[in-house]
Nanobody, 120 residues
Framework: QVQLAESGGGLVQDGGSLRLSCAASGIIFRVNAMGWYREAPGNQRELVARITSGGSTNYADSVKGRFTISRDNAKNTVYLQMNSLKPEDTAVYYC??????????????WGQGTQVTVSS
């Protein structure tokens, strides 16, 4: 089965940085778009950043200029560099990947989630 392994979450001070990573493994024909979502207490899960297989990106307005999404297609891995973190960035961050396990199948996969906590 396809699995997404997330890492890089943790506790940082206001203004600090973290780098999240997410690697897809398993039976994979093609990895298409990948992205990061977050879910803060009491809020709906929201898109943070997304990157296509060709490298096009989009970001939530709240993180533009502070976060950078990138990917390594050879490793089936997506990264999220988070700088100038604020307490309002505190949330569980989820990796998402649109994957063809075979040429005729296309599914969305989700990581388990990694906690990011920014203290004031």
């Amino acid at each position: 089965q396809v699995q997404l392994a997330e890492s890089g979450g943790g506790l940082v001070q206001d203004g600090g940085s973290l780098r999240l990573s997410c690697a897809a493994s398993g039976i994979i024909f093609r990895v298409n778009a990948m992205g990061w979502y977050r879910e803060a207490p009491g809020n709906q899960r929201e898109l943070v950043a997304r990157i296509t297989s060709g490298g096009s990106t989009n970001y939530a307005d709240s993180v533009k200029g502070r976060f950078t999404i990138s990917r390594d297609n050879a490793k089936n891995t997506v990264y999220l560099q988070m700088n100038s973190l604020k307490p309002e960035d505190t949330a569980v961050y989820y990796c998402n990947a649109q994957i063809n396990p075979t040429p005729r199948r296309d599914y969305d996969y989700w990581g388990q989630g990694t906690q990011v906590t920014v203290s004031s």
